[in-house]
């Protein structure tokens, strides 16, 4: 099991477009460069996203 949401993942998971959800993964990624840490392009920590989104 992998630690990381895709695109497809966040899409389904707030019933929104793909743009969008590469948008917020974006979003996500740039707030956690900013903390220090390496991200990886296309992925959010599902750790990460679960504390931004109350699902």
Do not use: H
């Amino acid at each position: 099991m992998s630690s990381f949401y895709r695109v497809d993942d966040v899409r389904e998971i707030l019933g929104i477009s793909e743009s969008k959800a590469y948008k917020i993964i974006q979003q996500l990624n740039k707030e956690l460069k900013e903390k220090g840490y390496i991200t990886i392009a296309g992925r959010v920590p599902i750790k990460y996203f679960k504390e931004k989104y109350y699902c």
